[in-house]
């Protein structure tokens, strides 16, 4: 169907067909700005991982350790909006990387984290987005400004098929790796086409 051209008074018909087409075009430009968003999670995470060895959810532990020395887990956990498992696997990884360690205060107490020396070291190296871009990104926006990207979000959210609200509590950089089925070697998605 060609498309109309606007007229000072257009008609009913070509009243719809301008809407359309400017709620099309407000539609690819969300697409566009999700994909931005994503890649900058992205390469951020590819980044962080180029330079220090590590994903960029277990620099955000660095960074989160380096600004409260002796967390919990669960405390942890609750300030990267991560599962508790989530976030005592990361301090694991790290642990064994000699990039944090732990103390225990009694059989009653949870253990509490606090960066090693090679820890700080990367944690200051990347103060800027130790907490990943994404989150300091969300921190540079007035209030109002973010009650309205949590209200949108929602929205957009709400009405999402193949929606699992579980992921709320993965770190971004895990939902944006492939499945393994993705990069298995032979896999459908792999496989060459004839």
């Known amino acids: 169907m ?5 007229t000072p008074h257009p008609s009913r018909e070509e009243d719809a067909t301008v809407s359309w087409a400017r709620r099309k075009e407000t539609i690819r430009g969300a697409l566009k700005l999700f994909r931005v968003l994503l890649d900058a999670v992205k390469r951020h995470a590819e980044w962080v991982e180029s ?3 590590i994903g960029g959810a277990q620099l955000w532990v660095l960074w989160e350790l380096s600004h409260t020395p002796g967390m919990r887990a669960v405390d942890l956990a609750k300030n990267m909006a991560v599962h508790r498992h989530t ?3 990361m301090l694991n990884e790290l642990l064994a990387k000699n990039l944090v360690r732990f103390e225990t ?5 949870s253990p509490v984290y606090f960066l090693t020396p090679f820890g700080q070291r990367i944690a200051e190296a990347s103060p800027e987005h130790g907490q990943g871009v994404l989150k300091a990104a969300l921190e540079q926006l007035p209030d109002a400004a ?3 990207v949590v209200a949108s979000m929602r929205a957009v959210t709400e009405s999402l098929p193949f929606r699992e609200d579980r992921a709320a509590l993965r770190p971004l950089a895990d939902l944006l790796r492939p499945t393994a089925h993705e ?5 459908p998605r792999n496989k060459p086409e004839k």
Request: proline share 8%.
């Open 87 to 89: 976030a005592e696997a």
């Open 2 to 6: 060609p498309i109309k051209k606007f």
């Open 146 to 148: 973010l009650e309205q």
């Open 105 to 109: 205060g009694g059989e009653a107490q």
């Open 183 to 187: 990069a298995a070697p032979g896999s």
């Open 51 to 53: 330079h220090h060895g």
